[in-house]
């Protein structure tokens, strides 16, 4: 009689878009019942929309739908995180409680982002509005379930190219309403950390953002890594080169974390240590990775050549001639580093979906990078 060979293990499977869709609605209804709950207690006749310091309409909305995006990127995170991202559960439990950190943190924070531009926009078509209990709460429990719905929905489905795109668009965003809101309206006149030193919300809302968008792009190396180590072992090539790829996202996202938590006002030379390692991580990254990695679109080796001349021409006109502020400089060059690093991921991904898929089903590498494989 024969054996029949046992069928090999199969990874967890990706969960399923009715379960997420199930999850996102729950998470909306609590964000319902939140909303108006904070409403009801906080909300007294007629209050202004904008303006009112803590107790306004727009405040409200905007802390607790960062708060109830926390928790949907938690709970989302503990329902379905072994299958959104499966290979996570072999690294070491500190990364992943440093993932899960990271995401709470940065997914609640664009919540109140995104709504207190949203609350901007309405604070101008609506000048001097102001809102009953009734109407009050309407509005807060409305965007509280909403906030809910599309963070679960996007953590649900979080991958290398969705993780970097939050981080591009979390920068961004925060760097943007901490020059709208800063007391310091002439600080483009100085430089971009100018933003850092002012003491108010806006100062310490910018280095905030650089340093959990630090914190996020050494989780984006991690993730970066896996899709990287199963691509290379399928086209024979060494998985040391995500090792290396890793090493200059990590070195990147450490030195951009040290932007934030050591402001000019706090040691001016330990400011210039972490802005120019983060620029050298960044140039170090945009001139080696086209060059190790084998199959990759030439079209991307050319944006890398072209970004880099841009970023040469841009300190030329800086250091040499002095045609550029500091200012220009410097968000040039960090919307340069951005653009790189997603037409990179982008193409990794790129890359990795032409290999075929038996190439891809052999068995995974390990989380963390080999060194003693073939170049």
Same mark, same amino acid.
């Given at each position: 009689?024969?054996?029949?060979?046992?069928?090999?293990?199969?990874?967890?499977?990706?969960?399923?878009? /009715?379960?997420?869709?199930?999850?996102?609605?729950?998470?909306?209804?609590?964000?319902?019942?939140?909303?108006?709950?904070?409403?009801?207690?906080?909300?007294?006749?007629?209050?202004?929309?904008?303006?009112?310091? =803590?107790?306004?309409?727009?405040?409200?909305?905007?802390?607790?739908?960062?708060?109830?995006?926390?928790?949907?990127?938690?709970?989302?995170?503990?329902?379905?995180?072994?299958?959104?991202?499966? =290979?996570?559960? /072999?690294?070491?439990?500190? /990364?992943? =409680?440093?993932?899960?950190?990271?995401?709470?943190?940065?997914?609640?924070?664009?919540?109140?982002?995104?709504?207190?531009?949203?609350?901007?926009?309405?604070?101008?078509?609506?000048?001097?509005?102001?809102?009953?209990? =009734?109407?009050?709460?309407?509005?807060?429990?409305?965007?509280?379930?909403?906030?809910?719905?599309?963070?679960?929905?996007?953590?649900?489905?979080?991958?290398?190219?969705?993780?970097?795109?939050?981080?591009?668009?979390?920068?961004?965003?925060?760097?943007?309403?901490?020059?709208?809101?800063?007391?310091?309206?002439l600080w483009w006149q100085v430089h971009f950390s100018q933003l850092g030193m002012t003491p108010d919300l806006a100062g310490f809302a910018f280095n905030y953002t650089l340093a959990l968008t630090g914190l996020v792009i050494v989780t984006l190396a991690d993730f970066l890594t896996h899709d990287m180590q199963r691509w290379l072992a399928a086209t024979g090539q060494g998985r040391w080169k995500a090792l290396v790829v890793r090493l200059g996202l990590v070195g990147m996202g450490s030195m951009l974390s040290g932007v934030g938590l050591i402001p000019v006002t706090l040691s001016h030379g330990g400011h210039l240590v972490a802005t120019y390692g983060a620029v050298a991580s960044f140039v170090f990254l945009a001139a080696v990775a086209p060059m190790i990695l084998r199959g990759i679109p030439w079209g991307f080796r050319w944006a890398s050549v072209a970004i880099l001349g841009v970023v040469g021409l841009l300190a030329y006109l800086f250091k040499g001639v002095g045609r550029l502020g500091t200012t220009g400089f410097e968000m040039f060059a960090v919307g340069l580093a951005l653009l790189w690093m997603v037409l990179f991921i982008r193409t990794i991904v790129a890359a990795a979906r032409d290999v075929p898929e038996l190439a891809l089903a052999a068995p995974e590498a390990t989380a963390e990078p080999g060194v003693g494989d073939r170049g």
């Open positions: 009689m024969t054996v029949e060979p046992s069928p090999p293990a199969r990874a967890p499977e990706q969960p399923g878009g /009715r379960q997420l869709e199930n999850v996102s609605l729950l998470m909306a209804g609590v964000g319902l019942v939140v909303g108006t709950v904070v409403g009801l207690v906080a909300l007294r006749g007629l209050t202004p929309f904008e303006g009112d310091g =803590w107790s306004s309409v727009s405040f409200l909305a905007s802390a607790s739908t960062a708060a109830l995006s926390g928790v949907a990127t938690l709970v989302v995170l503990a329902f379905f995180g072994g299958r959104i991202v499966p =290979w996570y559960g /072999r690294v070491h439990r500190a /990364r992943r =409680w440093l993932m899960a950190a990271g995401l709470t943190l940065m997914m609640g924070t664009l919540g109140f982002f995104v709504v207190r531009a949203l609350n901007s926009v309405v604070d101008a078509a609506f000048f001097g509005l102001r809102f009953d209990m =009734w109407s009050g709460t309407a509005y807060i429990a409305t965007v509280c379930a909403s906030g809910a719905y599309v963070v679960a929905s996007v953590i649900g489905r979080l991958s290398t190219s969705v993780l970097s795109v939050l981080v591009s668009v979390f920068l961004v965003l925060g760097a943007v309403l901490s020059a709208v809101n800063t007391s310091n309206q």
